[in-house]
């Protein structure tokens, strides 16, 4: 199928989920309440965004990228990280029980993918690139993936902010990796790409008063931060230990 196809396909399928998952969000208590504190919106918001990204996800995934140890361990990461966030979403966890289910999952990759952060480059001043050797790089790059996870969640508390940052991140490494011939990884962002949308029209569009009909409204969650950051840190590792291995 083609790039397009490929997109189209994903869009479908996250746009069906975002109309399928919305009457059952209230119900299961997977909405966002406004508080005096930190949260202004008006009504309950639907959090069901990252959902819908899941579900375009491991379609795209299941039709479009041949199944190897690298996407099977992707898929079950990620899958661990979506079932933390709906759980939080649902009933705030406490930070100590997030960090160690997200630090699971941290290991998990690396032991799963065998990927790690080799080196730091140069970015303490030398002239040669600092070499880790393989228990440091393990330890490097979990905490690189809790970083990235915890980062991008903090990052979503506007509308659409978080939503089209990473649809440019993802937009931006599917040009890396198409350059590079990667089209595993490429096909992996367009797929990305392709579940986002969906969610950023009905997070921007939604609540607009249009001929008396109000579009729902709907919120990422954490569920859907979390999986972005889990995925951007797993894209940019697949990156460099691809160019490693050249």
């Given amino acids: 199928m083609s790039f397009a196809g490929i997109f189209l396909l994903v869009f479908f399928i996250s746009a069906l989920s975002i109309l399928l998952l919305t009457p059952f969000a209230v119900k299961f208590g997977l909405v966002d309440m406004p508080n005096a504190e930190r949260k202004f919106h008006k009504g309950d918001i639907p959090l069901i965004g990252g959902v819908s990204m899941y579900a375009g996800l491991v379609m795209g995934i299941s039709l479009f990228i041949t199944p190897n140890s690298s996407s099977l361990t992707y898929l079950v990461c990620s899958s661990i990280i979506v ?16 960090l160690f289910v997200q630090t699971v999952v941290a290991a998990l990759m690396c032991a799963g993918s065998g990927m790690y952060i080799h080196h730091l480059g140069t970015m303490f001043g030398t002239s040669s690139a600092v070499d880790l050797v393989e228990a440091l790089g393990y330890l490097v790059t979990m905490l690189a993936v809790l970083a990235a996870i915890n980062a991008f969640n903090m990052i979503d508390g506007i509308d659409g902010l978080l939503g089209i940052s990473s649809l440019v991140t993802f937009v931006s490494m599917g040009i890396l990796f198409y350059q590079n011939d990667d089209m595993t990884n490429m096909k992996l962002t367009l797929i990305l790409s392709g579940a986002l949308v969906p969610y950023l029209i ?11 009909k109000r579009i729902s409204k709907i919120f990422m969650g954490d569920t859907g931060s979390m999986l972005i950051g889990f995925t951007v840190v797993w894209l940019l590792i697949q990156g460099t230990n691809r160019h490693l291995k050249g």
């Fill in 202 to 212: 009905a997070n921007l569009a939604g609540g607009v008063q249009e001929k008396e």
């Fill in 83 to 98: 079932a933390l966030g709906v759980a939080d979403d649902v009933k705030d966890l406490s930070p100590r029980l997030r």
